[in-house]
């Protein structure tokens, strides 16, 4: 990864990539870049970490406004023989306190905004690195840009395949996340050289339009760098801001032909489908990772494509081991408004040769009949190195080749998973994913659906919307047929408690709306 944009520019691959606002370490070369470019940035950030003072092995940690040039640092920091961490700008400081602590970074790269917003939640995540590196506005006590421009970066270093590479942190949905360390071995050889594939249809070709709207400082995009610099479409669009207003202009400037979204840009985006002239009518194939996307989200953007037969390829995984499963949606399989039938929860089966899947019964860790709910446990080659400072936490969720993935779901007869919640988040006999599923399609007006597990009460609706404002006779007619639940909880997307891939936090959300955070899950494999 270190020479990764040097080898792809010095066989000339021709990929145009256009930013929709510059880079962080890059403010004023514009928003169009090519290869040579990119390689260009990376030798130089590698120059300017060196003169902050890493050195081969340090941790550099990376946390700073989203943009793709997450990677292009963490490109800079693996070009040294250091280990970056890529942390996401929108942990809270304490949790950035902790594992910043557990870090103990030679250099953190941030900008002053960042160093501002921790500072007023009472953290100093200065104060746990050797040497700071702030980006854009100069910042009292740390190197800025012009301290270390035109630094020589010293001549690339390898390390052994099975070594650590990159650090990237879990969700964080129940609370400080883990540190996942990862090797080139892990993330590179068995993860993204597996997508470097031209497999028909779902593989990257030279004539593609990229969208990726994901968050950068995650393990996801790290990966998706290295496959899409190797199979090098036409043009690559990063998308950092996901306001639909904004974005719309840099969509119809670039219409996609693949796009990457996170399942809440997607639900962010969907708007836009709904006019004459979308800017997805040329997108034949749709990626969603990291969290459950709901059906007339999924529907509304293959009804948007005006390609013959697109495709949406939903891919279920944890930071800890990459994708586990595939599905793919067409239009036809998305006709089933308003029925009971699992949806999107059904992930689909293993990635063939390269993940198994069994469920176990959460009390005994013993194989359960397939049809029957359990703990989903899988094994793969990809699964990481471990959690950094918290080694007795990973074993703990590791059983011999197996890996506790602290999902209840279950295994159908033909060897697909059907997940049914998390483990922590689980209600006591029903799915709340189902009703959310359900819920979703069957109230145009709501954004999103979250249906809040609650101990020794029925669970706890609550109804997304553009203002805040919910049809109570529409939601009657909505839930008339379903498991009794507590009045619903109108509330605008701002409202909702995220992580930084947009992800809900569940059990703070509880929190907020009742003051508790029991449910029946035991949140002992979170």
């Known amino acids: 990864m270190g020479v990764l944009f040097d080898e792809c520019a010095q066989r000339g691959t021709d990929t145009r990539v256009h930013l929709d606002r510059p880079f962080d370490i890059a403010p004023d070369g514009g ?55 890529q942390l996401s700008a929108h942990l809270p400081g304490e949790s950035l306190g902790v594992l910043l602590k557990r870090l103990q970074p030679a250099v953190l790269v941030t900008d002053a905004a960042m160093l501002e917003r921790c ?10 690195a050797r040497a700071v590196l702030a980006l854009g506005d100069p ?37 400080v996340p883990k540190l996942v360390v990862h090797s080139t071995r892990t993330i590179i050889g068995k993860l993204a050289r597996f997508e470097s594939n031209r497999i028909p249809r779902i593989g990257l070709r030279t004539d593609d339009t990229v969208l990726n709207a994901n968050t950068f400082a995650h393990g996801r995009t790290f ?10 479409p036409e043009r690559i669009t990063i998308l950092t801001d996901h306001d639909p207003d904004r974005a719309d202009p840099v969509l119809r400037a670039h219409p996609p032909t693949v796009v990457e979204a996170l399942p809440a840009t997607y639900v962010r985006l969907q708007r836009l489908t709904e006019r004459l002239d979308n800017p997805f009518r040329r997108v034949r194939l749709f990626v969603s990772t990291y969290d459950a996307m709901h059906p007339p989200a999924i529907r509304a953007y293959l009804a948007a494509s005006r390609h013959r037969s697109p495709l949406w390829m939903q891919g279920w995984g944890q930071t800890e081991t990459g994708p586990l499963t595939f599905r793919f949606h067409t239009r036809g399989s998305m006709v089933s408004k308003y029925s ?110 979250v249906v809040l597990a609650c101990r020794d009460r029925p669970p706890l609706p609550v109804a997304v919307t553009e203002d805040g404002a919910l049809d109570r006779a529409a939601w009657q007619r909505a839930v008339r047929d379903l498991p009794r639940m507590q009045d619903p909880v109108p509330l605008t997307w701002q409202q909702v408690p995220r992580t930084g891939t947009g992800k809900v936090r569940r059990l703070d959300l509880l929190e907020q709306l009742t003051g508790r955070t029991d449910t029946y899950g035991s949140g002992r494999w979170t």
């Open 340 to 449: 009971r039938k699992p949806g999107t929860r059904n992930l689909g089966r293993p990635v063939p040769f390269k993940t198994g899947i069994k469920v176990v019964d959460p009390d005994t860790f013993a194989p359960v009949r397939r049809g029957r709910p359990g703990l989903v446990f899988t094994r793969t080659e990809a699964l990481c190195l471990g959690y950094l400072g918290e080694m007795r936490r990973w074993s703990a969720k590791r059983v011999g080749d197996w890996w506790n993935t602290g999902d209840i779901g279950v295994r159908n007869r033909d060897g697909s998973v059907l997940l049914l919640d998390r483990e922590v988040d689980r209600a006591d006999g029903m799915s709340c994913l189902e009703i959310e599923d359900i819920l979703d399609d069957r109230l145009r007006e709501v954004q999103e659906c």
């Open 139 to 175: 910042v009292e006590g740390a190197l800025g840009p012009h301290d270390v421009l035109g630094a020589e970066p010293p001549a690339p270093r390898s390390r052994d395949d099975g070594a650590p590479l990159v650090i990237h942190h879990t969700s964080g949905t129940t609370g």
């Open 119 to 128: 500072r007023e939640e009472g953290v100093d995540i200065a104060s746990f």
């Open 223 to 232: 990966c998706w760098t290295a496959s899409a610099m190797c199979l090098a």
């Open 31 to 85: 928003r169009d870049h090519d290869v040579a470019s990119l390689a260009a940035l990376v030798r130089d950030a590698a120059g300017w970490l060196a003169a902050a003072g890493a050195r081969r092995a340090d941790r550099i940690a990376i946390v700073k406004a989203d943009h793709w040039d997450y990677d292009l640092l963490a490109c800079a920091a693996v070009r040294l023989g250091a280990v970056p961490a």
